[in-house]
């Protein structure tokens, strides 16, 4: 399975990128799908996820209301709608899937997601 991110940029503080991840494979096999970032000299870190159907989703604290997570089977994708960008949402972001046939049991975990994708740089300025 090979994940493709697209959509990173620039953007000023408080406007908003769209990032779209498509996937090699049928995405109705990959349970979950999302989004983790990684700030320059940071671990990374959870940021959001949708289950196949979309319609469970997690997202981080330092996200939640600012960002949305959606997929689209049918397309074989996954996106991440960010509004109101603050910079420290800066980094590079990495989209995750996993074929497991449950939910993650700890979807914040990185090691529940068995593909990484490339990862794409977002930049807030302030």
């Known amino acids: 399975v090979q994940l493709q991110a697209s959509g990173g940029g620039s953007a000023p503080a408080g406007g908003s990128l769209r990032l779209s991840c498509t996937a090699s494979?049928?995405?109705?096999?990959?349970?979950?799908m999302g989004w983790f970032r990684q700030a320059p000299g940071q671990e990374r870190e959870f940021v959001a996820t949708?289950?196949?159907?979309?319609?469970?989703?997690y997202y981080s604290d330092s996200v939640k209301g600012r960002f949305s997570v959606s997929r689209d089977i049918a397309k074989k994708a996954v996106y991440l709608e960010m509004n109101d960008l603050k910079p420290e949402d800066t980094g590079v972001y990495y989209c995750v899937a996993d074929d497991s046939l449950v939910p993650p049991a700890r979807p914040t975990r990185a090691s529940e997601y068995k593909y990484w994708g490339q990862g794409t740089q977002v930049t807030v300025s302030s």
């Open positions: 949708a289950s196949r159907s979309g319609g469970t989703t």
């Open positions: 494979v049928n995405t109705y096999y990959l349970y979950t």
